[in-house]
């Protein structure tokens, strides 16, 4: 199983960014996948979920209306498209598959003037 | 939405003593499946988190057994039975029962 993030990087406040989560080793049809993040020299922050059927979503309060999580089949990603983002939006993104056995190496989201 | 307690938050510890974190849900983490989804994560600096506990006292494989988790309900503890160098970092608890929620992170080091 391998988790890679990508799409991470520098965006002013209330720009926008997409991540993507490709995943390897299995298909993401079969399980629910989610993005947590981890704002510099801090804990650990639940951000959003897909179901496993890609009918269910879940987003944090925080993100909520402006993230949204999405998924392609074919191409066995995740993603989360980020608008109005906020400076406390800085965080690493990671993305994570079911239960929370695998990680992936996380992408680094700066949001800054 | 659950709010998860760790204590302490910094965890100073003498190699091959034990040690202990605990933590306590605002509710029940029983899920209405009979289960209790409560995770234990240990992140090392500049890596990303790995799971060593899940539902309350199930090892992931390869993690050694030193580390045990116990509780249920609202409250529940890691214990590591002899601290190794490697044990350092910050141990968070996880609740998946309802979304998911993580606690603040306990910080593990060697004195």
């Known amino acids: 199983v391998q988790l890679v993030e990508s799409g991470g990087g520098l965006v002013q406040p209330g720009g926008s960014l997409r991540l993507s989560c490709s995943a390897s080793g299995f298909t993401v049809s079969r399980y629910a996948m989610h993005w947590v993040r981890q704002a510099p020299g801090k804990g650990l922050q639940y951000v959003s979920a897909i179901s496993s059927n890609g009918g269910v979503t879940y987003y944090a309060d925080s993100v909520k209306g402006r993230f949204t999580i999405s998924r392609d089949i074919s191409k066995n990603s995740v993603y989360l498209q980020m608008s109005s983002l906020r400076v406390e939006d800085t965080a690493i993104y990671y993305c994570?598959?079911?239960?929370?056995?695998?990680w992936g190496q996380g992408t680094l989201v700066t949001v800054s003037s | 939405d659950v709010v998860m307690t760790q204590s302490p938050l910094s965890l100073p510890v003498t190699l091959g003593q034990a040690a202990s974190i605990s933590c306590r849900s605002s509710?029940?983490?029983?899920?209405?499946?009979?289960?209790?989804?409560l995770n234990w994560f240990h992140q090392r600096p500049g890596q990303s988190p790995r799971r060593l506990i899940y539902?309350?006292?199930k090892r992931v494989s390869g993690v050694p057994d030193r580390f045990s988790g116990s509780g249920s309900g609202t409250d529940f503890t890691l214990r590591i039975s002899r601290v190794e160098a490697e044990d350092v970092g910050v141990y968070y608890c996880m609740q998946s029962t309802h979304a998911w929620t993580f606690g603040q992170g306990t910080k593990v080091e060697i004195k």
């Open positions: 994570v598959r079911a239960w929370g056995g695998d």
């Open positions: 509710q029940s983490l029983v899920h209405s499946d009979g289960n209790t989804y």
């Open positions: 539902q309350v006292s």
